[in-house]
């Protein structure tokens, strides 16, 4: 074996740990960079305000638009207060004990479950057993279920952020468990769940697997009304048009994806600048 | 009163608590329900190692094997692609940049797994597939070949910041130690640290498989979706994933059919509790040196 100088064998290893950042960062440029190229024609008031039409190969994207914004809101709704809640028992409440310990094995399992398991569940429980049928709150119900342990885990890591003699100081005034951590520790975690939060609802935006069974339609003409009725989704609609449809125009394949990636990015983006202001803010 | 509060709030947040369990057992039970009533019928064995799955012809048959396979395949791909890709860039960023740097990288490899999954597929069809298929000479691009890269993209978010997460955990003497021994920051770099997080980086490629044996839209879009056992990967395979999304529309609520997608749906639950257990066990031996 040739022995290399190690000052040499360090540059050529250097400059494959650089080759690599570079693969693995920069076709995340070339994806944005090639919708935004190609997409930016086909956006317009009309194209986001009007029905699709000529069986989605005209017209604009307004009922998928929706769709995605009612699923989302209503799942983030479901799962906020109970994720929070589980963040608080997990960090003020549980003791170290073999019970706690099954309660993370759980959350660790639950995040791993790939997102079309989820789906088949949410059609055998919210679909079929609740009879809620292909519905927003079916979807809604089953993307919260799925974004749960997310946000446990980003409400607790925010929680466990804040230093423990913030407690000490409260507990020690006689202020009872439940009063400090309404109005000592939640306070100093808010930042911290707020970002998690954003971040989950740019997830959950742009799953498909999860909400195929359980509320997305292949076409409605018209807008919902209420949570019973089956929606178009901004992720479904764009795998419907990008391989379901013949002769489907490519400007607006590019243009739907790209409303879709914007939506998304834009709320990643400023989730990411959140956590770095407030990090930076932080007194402790 | 206040104390009544303090109560009542206990209760309410250790409900929430444990819904976690609640869930993940729920899901199992619906899974194994339907599962067992397919499998009862159709027999383990010719599920298992069946090589065929023709769900609609007669007689139906519903072996899993090929789609077994068709995961197999295509997670190996984009493991080879994305293992050593992710944990050198977790190096780069963490021991190597400058901090405004590497404040960029880590944001953008976040960004990555932000973009969601089918404009990752719909990407794949339109610039990958048909590359793939003029360079080799194939008569279709929707290959093993094709999503493996795709999925690797996909895996490496995952990976880098788990094992970043470990390279950093490392303490600090290690390094120090092995410099002031007189190694340079290389040799430091590839026989103590990344030993030292060796558990770590197990776990993380360990979630990187889990992630990519999971995805379904962009396997969908871009494998081909045929339900043969690929010979090679550079030929159409079809997913566990895809199988179920893709099939679930057409089938008859409480059929055979049906019920046979949730028994696939079964056996992907169990493959992934497995892999996230070994990884947990991984990341609690990191967090103990």
């Known amino acids: ?284 | 009163m206040k104390k009544a509060l303090d109560f009542v709030v206990e209760k309410i947040v250790f409900i929430c608590g444990i819904a976690s369990i609640i869930f993940v057992a729920l899901i199992f039970f619906f899974l194994f329900k339907e599962g067992l009533s397919f499998l009862k019928d159709f027999g383990v064995l010719k599920f298992i190692g069946g090589r065929f799955w023709y769900p609609s012809s007669s007689p139906t048959l519903f072996g899993v094997l090929p789609l077994i396979v068709g995961s197999v395949f295509v997670t190996i791909g984009a493991c080879v692609i994305a293992v050593p890709i992710g944990v050198m860039t977790a190096l780069f960023i963490s021991e190597i940049v400058p901090k405004g740097i590497r404040d960029i990288l880590k944001s953008l490899v976040e960004l990555i797994a932000a973009i969601p999954s089918v404009v990752v597929g719909f990407i794949g069809m339109i610039t990958l597939v048909p590359l793939v298929k003029g360079i080799f000479n194939l008569p279709t691009g929707l290959t093993v070949f094709s999503s493996s890269i795709m999925l690797a993209f996909m895996a490496i978010p995952t990976i880098v910041t788990i094992s970043e997460d470990a390279i950093r955990s490392v303490p600090w003497q290690y390094k120090q130690g092995a410099l002031a021994l007189g190694a340079t920051k290389w040799q430091t770099l590839r026989r103590i640290i990344l030993k030292a997080a060796m558990p770590g980086i197990i776990a993380a490629v360990m979630l990187g498989i889990g992630r990519v044996i999971g995805e379904t839209m962009v396997v969908m879009m871009i494998t081909g979706n045929s339900a043969h056992i690929p010979h090679s990967i550079f030929e159409p395979a079809r997913t566990m994933t895809a199988t179920i999304a893709a099939e679930m529309g057409e089938t008859v609520r409480g059929g055979m059919h049906y019920k046979s997608l949730f028994a696939i749906g079964l056996v992907l639950f169990l493959i992934t509790f497995f892999i996230n257990f070994i990884a947990d066990l991984f990341l609690g031996k990191n967090k103990n040196t």
């Open chain 1, 1 to 284: 074996m040739i022995k290399l100088n190690p000052k040499l064998s360090q540059k050529f290893s250097y400059m494959f740990l650089c080759l690599a950042a570079f693969l693995a960062t920069t076709p995340v440029i070339l994806i944005v960079f090639i919708i935004i190229k190609n997409g930016t024609s086909v956006i317009s008031w009309e194209f986001l305000l009007s029905m699709p039409k000529d069986g989605m190969r005209g017209g604009g994207i307004l009922p998928a638009i929706l769709g995605t914004l009612s699923i989302v809101s209503c799942a983030i709704m479901i799962t906020l207060p109970v994720g929070v809640c589980a963040a608080i028992y997990l960090n003020e409440y549980a003791k170290d004990d073999i019970f706690t310990r099954i309660i993370k094995l759980a959350i660790i399992n639950l995040a791993g479950i790939p997102s079309v398991v989820y789906g088949l569940f949410g059609l055998g429980i919210f679909v079929m057993f609740l009879k809620l049928g292909v519905s927003i709150i079916a979807g809604a119900l089953t993307l919260s279920i799925m974004e749960l342990p997310v946000i446990i885990t980003t409400a607790r890591s925010s929680l466990d952020s804040v230093p423990y003699s913030f407690r000490e100081a409260s507990l020690s005034l006689g202020v009872s468990r439940w009063q400090t951590i309404r109005h000592v520790v939640l306070p100093n975690a808010i930042p911290g769940i707020l970002t998690g939060t954003i971040l989950s609802i740019a997830r959950i935006s742009g799953e498909t697997a999860p909400i195929l069974f359980t509320a997305a339609a292949f076409y409605v003409p018209h807008l919902p009304h209420s949570i019973f009725d089956q929606v178009m989704t901004l992720p479904y609609h764009l795998y419907i048009i990008s391989t379901q449809i013949p002769n489907m125009p490519k400007n607006i394949i590019y243009g739907t994806a790209l409303v879709l990636l914007m939506m998304v990015l834009t709320m990643s983006c400023i989730a990411i600048f959140a956590r770095i202001y407030f990090r930076k803010r932080r007194k402790w």
